[in-house]
């Protein structure tokens, strides 16, 4: 079910308050950059807006952490500690999905990533989000799975643990409650 995609005044100000909390707080995560920019950024892209409103109503605390100069646009990442709680237990794509038998999970993670207008992190975005902060001590995430090994029936996900990030495989159609995804919008 796709969500409709406006939000309504008093909504967009409560999330550009708890994201201009989060940078903030999190100053680490995008040295040199000001928040005014970025408000004024999100402010001209609703359709952005909503999204980031979907990072943060699934448990994501989306927050900057870079900005790409070619294309001038701000990058977010989901920022929870863990992997996102409102996106867990959800197998990796449409066909896993499809071909679980019985015990299906209620979405996949790609599924969910584009209905929400963002795409998984790729293993190099992962590690890169890690040199920011520990993050996945306790869950993991499923990332971006090259083809080869999608066709194969592989899907991979990582996590942080012993203070290294790992990456795995798995059963695409496989699925656990303390695995979800991360996300990542460009605005």
Same mark, same amino acid.
């Given at each position: 079910?796709?969500?409709?995609?406006?939000?309504?005044?008093?909504?967009?100000?409560?999330?550009?308050?708890?994201?201009?909390?989060?940078?903030?707080?999190?100053?680490?995560?995008?040295?040199?950059?000001?928040?005014?920019?970025?408000?004024?950024?999100?402010?001209?892209?609703?359709?952005?807006?909503?999204?980031?409103?979907?990072?943060?109503?699934?448990?994501?605390?989306?927050?900057?952490?870079?900005? !790409?100069?070619?294309?001038?646009?701000?990058?977010? +990442?989901?920022?929870? =500690? @863990? $992997?996102?709680?409102?996106? %867990?237990?959800?197998?990796?794509?449409?066909?896993?999905?499809?071909?679980?038998?019985?015990?299906?999970?209620?979405?996949?993670?790609?599924?969910?990533?584009?209905?929400?207008?963002?795409?998984?992190?790729?293993?190099?975005?992962?590690?890169?989000?890690?040199?920011?902060?520990?993050?996945?001590?306790?869950?993991?995430?499923?990332?971006?799975?090259?083809?080869?090994?999608?066709?194969?029936?592989?899907?991979?996900?990582? !996590?942080?643990?012993?203070?290294?990030?790992?990456? +795995?495989?798995?059963? =695409? @159609? $496989?699925?656990?409650?303390? %695995?979800?995804?991360?996300?990542?919008?460009?605005?």
């Amino acid at each position: 079910m796709q969500r409709v995609k406006n939000m309504k005044a008093a909504q967009r100000e409560e999330l550009l308050k708890a994201l201009k909390t989060r940078f903030e707080k999190n100053m680490n995560r995008h040295k040199g950059l000001e928040w005014a920019k970025v408000q004024a950024k999100l402010e001209a892209n609703a359709e952005k807006l909503w999204s980031l409103n979907e990072m943060e109503r699934t448990g994501g605390e989306p927050d900057v952490v870079g900005y !790409d100069q070619k294309t001038g646009e701000y990058i977010f +990442y989901d920022c929870s =500690a @863990e $992997s996102p709680n409102g996106r %867990r237990s959800v197998c990796y794509d449409h066909d896993a999905l499809e071909a679980r038998k019985e015990f299906k999970p209620k979405d996949s993670a790609m599924n969910m990533a584009a209905a929400m207008g963002i795409e998984l992190l790729t293993e190099e975005q992962y590690r890169a989000l890690q040199q920011l902060g520990n993050f996945d001590a306790k869950t993991s995430s499923w990332v971006k799975t090259p083809s080869n090994i999608r066709k194969l029936g592989g899907a991979l996900f990582c !996590d942080r643990r012993y203070s290294t990030v790992f990456v +795995y495989h798995n059963g =695409a @159609e $496989s699925y656990y409650a303390a %695995r979800g995804f991360r996300g990542s919008l460009r605005v």
